[in-house]
């Protein structure tokens, strides 16, 4: 069934494939049949309008409705409502693509992007900082250059931006502002766009570092946060598993979000966790976790054929965001009467019990998989036994 009883004129091929499609990602049968209720009309709105499907945008989809509201129809859905249809099309490769020359600018970026994604291996969100940065720098510049983006670049430039920068935002922002800008010095560099490599000129940003200590959970909880999570639900379930990853393994946010069915060795009781620029690292997989991850893959992956484990409750059925792990963590302090907190901050409970347990700090780096021992040396603060066991005893306190 289409969802109507009448003919759904130019998009009759691509129906039976789209309710497929929806019916994958979560909706329910009754959203299912008024979309394609909908989508029959657009087909034969188009018919009228001597359009293909090829053709179809937001633009043409918008022109759709304002012509259906100029009828008098009650309750028009916004263009927001046939977005599914446009991205099932444009993954039937049906939609011709309609790319922009783009300015030098975007062209630029382009590539930019493409270098951080391909050969640094950055997150998206990681990919979008650093775009947003060389847009911000490269718009400044292009105007006085004679219309060239970086032509005539120099260390006063860069210095010039990064003071403007500072002054707008705080001490840590600024630091990952030199970060960001460093990293598209380099590009041009590489590139051959800058004769000099500028890099050098960007200024280190002055701070202490490590100078607070970390700040993690009591067991006790970190129990009540497990506890509070209702496994009669698909919702609970899901938000339980998260939590068990996160507290039991240290997973970061991202790592969560990434997480697919095949990253699980279920028979040999291990995972592969796919961590910052493209390393993955294979960690035992505790009896508990597994246990809670496959009551929620029973529970709700019956009728989705994405890989990734953690989705999203609502249709579409979608990966969930690195964000919502927070989020989760945050409801879950909620409903367990405790201050809200982030999912990081289970991480640092980890790694604070394992040393109160006797752990070195080299085993609590390779359970954080933390690169560089120095990033781990800061969990050293809160082992205050041995702490104690090293300190002399202060001048004058014994008599």
Not at 50 to 58: K, Y
Not at 118 to 135: F, K, M, Q, S
Not at 274 to 290: C, H, I, Q, S, T
Not at 308 to 327: C, G, N, Q, W
């Amino acid at each position: 069934m289409s969802g109507t009883r009448r003919k759904p004129g130019r998009m009759g091929p691509h129906i039976d494939g789209f309710r497929d499609w929806l019916l994958e990602r979560g909706y329910t049968p009754g959203s299912v049949r008024q979309i394609l209720k909908l989508v029959g009309h657009l087909g034969r709105w188009m018919a009228n309008a001597d359009l293909n499907v090829s053709q179809l945008n937001e633009t043409v989809t918008a022109m759709f409705l304002d012509t259906v509201r100029a009828r008098g129809t009650r309750r028009v859905p916004g263009v927001r409502s046939l977005r599914p249809l446009l991205e099932y099309l444009g993954a039937q490769c049906a939609l011709t693509a309609q790319v922009a020359p783009g300015t030098p600018l975007e062209q630029f970026l382009g590539h930019y992007r493409a270098w951080l994604v391909d050969e640094r291996g950055l997150a998206g969100p990681t990919v979008i900082r650093y775009e947003n940065l060389a847009r911000r720098f490269l718009s400044r510049q292009a105007p006085s250059q004679g219309g060239g983006l970086v032509e005539g670049l120099t260390a006063a430039d860069v210095v010039a931006f990064l003071l403007r920068e500072s002054a707008r935002v705080s001490v840590g922002a600024t630091k990952g502002r030199v970060a960001e800008l460093r990293s598209l010095l380099r590009f041009l560099h590489l590139k051959g766009l800058t004769p000099t490599a500028l890099a050098s000129a960007v200024p280190p940003v002055a701070g202490w570092h490590d100078t607070g200590i970390p700040i993690g959970l009591t067991a006790a909880d970190v129990q009540r946060l497990l506890d509070c999570c209702d496994h009669s639900n698909t919702g609970g379930t899901r938000d339980f598993a998260i939590l068990m990853i996160v507290a039991r393994l240290g997973l970061r946010s991202a790592e969560v979000a990434r997480l697919e069915l095949d990253d699980i060795d279920w028979r040999g009781g291990e995972i592969v966790v796919r961590g910052k620029a493209r390393r993955r690292d294979r960690l035992p997989l505790p009896a508990d976790v597994g246990q809670a991850l496959a009551a929620y893959v029973r529970d709700a992956r019956a009728a989705t054929s994405t890989r990734r484990v953690f989705l999203t409750l609502k249709a579409p059925r979608r990966a969930i965001r690195p964000d919502l792990v927070s989020d989760v963590t945050r409801r879950a302090c909620q409903r367990a009467g405790l201050p809200p907190v982030g999912a990081h901050r289970l991480r640092h409970t980890l790694a604070t019990e394992m040393l109160r347990r006797g752990a070195k700090l080299v085993e609590v780096s390779q359970v954080l998989r933390h690169r560089d021992l120095a990033t781990t040396a800061i969990y050293a603060k809160v082992d205050l036994n041995n702490l104690r066991s090293i300190t002399l005893p202060w001048p004058g306190g014994l008599r």
